[in-house]
């Protein structure tokens, strides 16, 4: 199954979706971790620290994977339990690994083998949670780059809420369900740490 | 009349089509970052007309009206409110969420997305119904 889990920056995304997979995995399950930021500059790093320490006290196994999902595919199992975090940052890294992100028919093909990754990973794992983020309201950019990464990802989002059991959308730290029922790890609100 | 909202990319064009069974139903489509949106007359013999892109028309209006083009986008829809109600008819009004991300620097960028959101206040308020899109799935708001 897959849980979709969307939201603004610092909306509490990663911790209703840690807690989600959590609630997903069975006694001796595993949990697994895709991390998808790449460290470039010192805010970044530290970013990364704070998600890492979310979940040290977990039993986490964390993937660092920036891109080429299709990689890591075939290492889970039925017992496996994985959180993708984020689908922002996947596209990001595939778009725009090269610069072919200005032929709109090749990234089309990008993002069609992104969410095949995608079906891939769910249809081995017990669960999938995906973290993406809402940037959709503010308007469409004119520039090349920015546009088509916009409409990819805005691609992937509807083609994976369409095949989700569930989709969420944070405000301000409460989970908004759109689609499926009130789903696991999201209830009931616990209190967190900033 | 219906206004369809929603931010970029969310399914807004895909979900009207099928909401309206557009496939096989005579409509006039009308897809403002292409074309030029245009007022009614008596050659419409569609029952369904769509208007696509409305935040790029207002961007128009704005060009062409400066400060009076909230009156005359007002004026634009009352025209097409009246129509509808000329018979069996629908017109449906596609618009892109565009204010809910950074304040642009820029004082037209500005202006722009102020008016958008006056605009949209003002359609809604004219339309019978409104639904919200997000990742394919609508809410209705209205």
Redesign the interface.
């Known amino acids: 199954m897959i849980v ?1 889990i ?1 939201g603004g920056v610092r909306s509490g995304k990663s911790r209703v979706a840690e807690q989600c997979a959590q609630r997903l995995a069975d006694e001796g399950d595993r949990l697994h971790y895709i991390a998808t930021a790449k460290k470039t500059d010192e805010e970044m790093a530290e970013r990364i620290r704070h998600h890492q320490l979310q979940r040290e006290k977990g039993r986490w196994k964390t993937w660092e994977q920036p891109h080429t999902l299709r990689e890591i595919v075939s290492f889970f199992h039925t017992c496996d339990v994985v959180l993708l975090d984020c689908l922002t940052n996947l596209w990001a890294n595939e778009m725009f690994q090269d610069e072919q992100w200005q032929i709109e028919e090749k990234m089309q093909k990008r993002a069609q083998n992104v969410y095949r990754d995608i079906l891939d990973l769910a249809s081995r794992t017990k669960g999938l949670v995906i973290v993406s983020n ?7 950019p004119s520039d090349a780059g920015t546009y088509l990464y ?2 990819g ?3 992937l ?2 083609q ?3 095949v989700s059991s569930v ?1 969420i ?1 944070m405000q301000y730290g409460i989970p908004i369900v ?2 499926g029922e009130r789903p696991c790890g999201t209830e009931p609100f616990l209190p967190c740490n900033f | 009349m219906h206004f369809v909202s ?6 807004k064009r895909k979900w009207v089509k099928v909401h309206y069974s557009l496939a096989n139903k005579p409509h006039i489509w009308c897809n403002g970052y292409e074309e030029e949106w245009f007022l009614p007359n008596d050659h419409i013999m569609e029952q369904i007309v769509v208007f696509e892109g409305a ?1 790029q028309w207002i961007r128009r209006m704005l060009d062409e009206h400066g400060q009076e083009s909230m009156k005359q986008i007002v004026s634009y829809f009352t025209a097409w409110k009246t129509w509808e109600m000329g018979g069996e008819r629908t017109v449906v009004w596609i618009g ?7 304040v642009p620097l820029d004082e037209k960028e500005r202006i722009w ?1 102020d008016i958008v959101g006056w605009s949209y206040q003002r359609l809604a308020a004219m339309c019978d119904r409104v639904d919200r899109l ?4 609508a ?1 209705r708001i209205k």
Do not use: D, T, Y
Request: with cysteine; proline share 0%.
């Open positions: 979709f969307s809402e940037l959709f309201n503010g308007g469409v916009m409409k990802l805005g691609w989002h509807q994976i809420v369409a989709a959308v759109k689609k | 929603g931010g970029a990319f969310q399914g935040e892109c969420e565009i204010g809910q991300g950074l997305r997000w990742c394919g799935i809410e």
